[in-house]
Structure formats: structure tokens, C-alpha cells
């Protein structure tokens, strides 16, 4: 990375939220579990360590600042993940993300067919959802860095689009004369 770089993070309150989720989600296990089964001590000790290991891993992401992005001149490294050149990008969609009834808008970046590109597990598994494995959640930023990354990321891809052109074919007819055809605008 240079000294160029850009670097954005997840939104504190956001991640102060998911926090506070999870600790009414422990909360709830340890009712529900307490009260359904008591005499089945692994299924509450189960959704003890379970709430427990989501609550203390919420917590980690939350008092440790982690980047989303960082973005330079040379490509954007998302996450902790290996960097990806702005040469290797084929395009970039903004997608709405529909769930719970709730709109979360996501960058997906669309790679090119990419070598030696050391993929995590998780890019893995996010390869074969919508979201792809090179995705930014812009609803886990604030407002005004998720506008900004935005901007910044489309001004890197998004190359000038060619103009139409209107191309010439000829037509040879049985008696030899040849015929020159201007082909159809395309609509806009």
C-alpha cells in the first residue's frame, strides 16, 4: 500500500448494535434453555458457548478497529484479504440487498478471471451467494464513508464507454453491383 491509501471502517454504532443483539440473544438462550430443558445440560451448555463465542467475537470487531477497505492508486484490499488491482476488475454493480424487509445496499465487484489470487474461506463461501466473494456491505458503514468509498471505487473502474458507431456492410448482388448499407443507431 502507499501513503496515498484510503482506508475505511466499519461504523462503530452499527457494530454497537450487533453487540447489544447478542447480548439479548445470550440472554434469551439461557431463559429459554434454562426453562424448555433442564434437564438436558448440553443443550444449555451448547447455546451457552454458541451466544457466548458470537457475543465475544462481536465484541473483538467492535474494540478492535478493523478496515473495510483500503483503497490506493494500485487496487483495494477489502477486509483482510490480498489486495485486487483495479486491472484485474471487470465491473462493479451496486446491488439492494433485500432481508427482513430491510434494503442493505452492497458493492459487488465482478473480477476477471484471476490468477494466483489466494481466495479466504470466506470468499469462498460468499463466492456462491449474490453478494460474490468481492463485496463491500455499505449498510455497515456510516452514511457519509459509504457515499465517499462509492464515488471512489466507480471513479477508479468505470473506464469512458465507447460511442456507437455506425458501421458500413456491403451487398453484392447476383449482377456484380455493390450496395453500401449504414447499419441501424443503436436505441438509447
Same mark, same amino acid.
Given at each position: 500500500?502507499?501513503?496515498?491509501?484510503?482506508?475505511?471502517?466499519?461504523?462503530?454504532?452499527?457494530?454497537?448494535?450487533? +453487540?447489544?443483539?447478542? #447480548?439479548?440473544?445470550?440472554? !434469551? *438462550? &439461557?431463559?429459554?434453555?434454562?426453562? $424448555?430443558?433442564? %434437564?438436558?445440560?448440553?443443550?444449555?451448555?451448547?447455546?451457552?458457548?454458541?451466544?457466548?463465542?458470537?457475543?465475544?467475537?462481536? +465484541?473483538?470487531?467492535? #474494540?478492535?478497529?478493523?478496515? !473495510? *477497505? &483500503?483503497?490506493?492508486?494500485?487496487? $483495494?484490499?477489502? %477486509?483482510?484479504?490480498?489486495?485486487?488491482?483495479?486491472?484485474?476488475?471487470?465491473?462493479?454493480?451496486?446491488?439492494?440487498?433485500?432481508?427482513?424487509?430491510?434494503?442493505?445496499?452492497?458493492?459487488?465487484?465482478?473480477?476477471?478471471?484471476?490468477?494466483?489470487?489466494?481466495?479466504?474461506?470466506?470468499?469462498?463461501?460468499?463466492?456462491?451467494?449474490?453478494?460474490?466473494?468481492?463485496?463491500?456491505?455499505?449498510?455497515?458503514?456510516?452514511?457519509?464513508?459509504?457515499?465517499?468509498?462509492?464515488?471512489?471505487?466507480?471513479?477508479?473502474?468505470?473506464?469512458?464507454?465507447?460511442?456507437?458507431?455506425?458501421?458500413?456492410?456491403?451487398?453484392?448482388?447476383?449482377?456484380?453491383?455493390?450496395?453500401?448499407?449504414?447499419?441501424?443507431?443503436?436505441?438509447?
Amino acid at each position: 500500500m502507499t501513503e496515498k491509501a484510503k482506508i475505511f471502517y466499519y461504523s462503530r454504532h452499527k457494530l454497537g448494535v450487533y +453487540l447489544l443483539f447478542n #447480548l439479548g440473544l445470550l440472554a !434469551l *438462550a &439461557i431463559l429459554f434453555t434454562w426453562s $424448555i430443558f433442564p %434437564d438436558y445440560t448440553p443443550v444449555y451448555y451448547f447455546a451457552l458457548g454458541t451466544c457466548t463465542l458470537s457475543i465475544l467475537s462481536s +465484541l473483538f470487531v467492535f #474494540l478492535v478497529r478493523m478496515p !473495510l *477497505a &483500503i483503497i490506493d492508486d494500485n487496487g $483495494i484490499k477489502i %477486509d483482510r484479504n490480498q489486495q485486487l488491482k483495479w486491472s484485474q476488475i471487470k465491473s462493479v454493480e451496486r446491488i439492494i440487498f433485500k432481508h427482513f424487509g430491510f434494503e442493505r445496499p452492497i458493492l459487488k465487484i465482478n473480477p476477471q478471471k484471476i490468477a494466483n489470487y489466494k481466495m479466504t474461506l470466506m470468499q469462498k463461501i460468499a463466492g456462491n451467494s449474490q453478494f460474490g466473494a468481492f463485496s463491500i456491505p455499505l449498510y455497515a458503514m456510516t452514511d457519509k464513508n459509504a457515499k465517499q468509498i462509492e464515488k471512489l471505487i466507480f471513479s477508479y473502474t468505470n473506464k469512458p464507454k465507447p460511442t456507437p458507431k455506425t458501421t458500413k456492410k456491403t451487398i453484392t448482388k447476383k449482377n456484380k453491383t455493390k450496395k453500401t448499407i449504414s447499419s441501424p443507431k443503436t436505441k438509447k
